[in-house]
Nanobody, 126 residues
Framework: VQLQASGGGLVQAGGSLRLSCVVS????????IGWFRQAPGKEREGVAC????????YYEDSVKGRFTISRDNAKNTMYLQMNSLKPSDTAVYYC????????????????????WGKGTLVTVSS
């Protein structure tokens, strides 16, 4: 199983980027998906995750209304559309898939992914 993320780069604050993650050796049709990020000196955090059915999703509070997770099962690819980017969004972004849908306290969770990509760097300048 391989997950290859791309689309990162340098962008000015207020700009947009779309990250893509092509998955091979594993079908996304029956898998939850997620995007995570790790900023320098910080722990990795879930940014946006989506359930198998695509009906349930999770967004980290700081990205709500700005980021959108999506997938194209026919292309076995997931995406993260990032708008109105801020310097605080600077991080290495990782795609992940596999595992099963999880809920904690009635809220959809990003936990439990089996497969991870190597990450793509997003740098937002002020």
């Amino acid at each position: 199983v391989q997950l290859q993320a791309s689309g990162g780069g340098l962008v000015q604050a207020g700009g947009s980027l779309r990250l893509s993650c092509v998955v091979s050796g594993f079908a996304l049709d029956y898998s939850p998906i997620g995007w995570f990020r790790q900023a320098p000196g910080k722990e990795r955090e879930g940014v946006a995750c989506q359930s198998v059915s695509e009906y349930n999703s999770y967004y980290e509070d700081s990205v709500k209304g700005r980021f959108t997770i999506s997938r194209d099962n026919a292309k076995n690819t997931m995406y993260l559309q990032m708008n109105s980017l801020k310097p605080s969004d600077t991080a290495v972004y990782y795609c992940a898939a596999g595992g099963r849908d999880l809920w904690y306290g009635g809220s959809y969770s990003c936990d439990g992914k089996d497969y991870w990509g190597k990450g793509t760097l997003v740098t937002v300048s002020s």
